[in-house]
């Protein structure tokens, strides 16, 4: 199973409807905005679960979208930057 910690989503490899009920079951235990968090390759995912949510709810919105990214080492020590992306996603 995912990550989930209180309203934040960690999207990852997995399908995007995996997330997208996620993010559903998050507004089912009365959140109003859940954050969508990625980095490197899963951002696009985290796109795609945000523009689903917003599609599959009808009122749900984008209210924020924060890019930048994110230094780690290598296992070769060489140090490294992956783009990392948070979006949230309001239930109006």
Do not use: H
């Amino acid at each position: 199973m995912m990550q989930v910690d209180e309203n934040v989503v960690f999207v990852g490899g997995k399908p995007v409807p995996a997330y997208t009920a996620a993010v559903f079951a998050l507004f089912a235990q009365g959140y109003d905005e859940v954050e969508l968090k990625a980095r490197g390759k899963n951002v696009y995912n985290a796109i795609r679960v945000a523009l689903a949510v917003k599609d599959k709810l009808g009122n749900a919105d984008v209210s924020q979208i924060e890019i930048d990214e994110e230094e780690y080492e290598d296992q070769k020590g060489r140090k490294r930057k992956v783009p990392t992306i948070t979006i949230k996603v309001v239930k109006t």
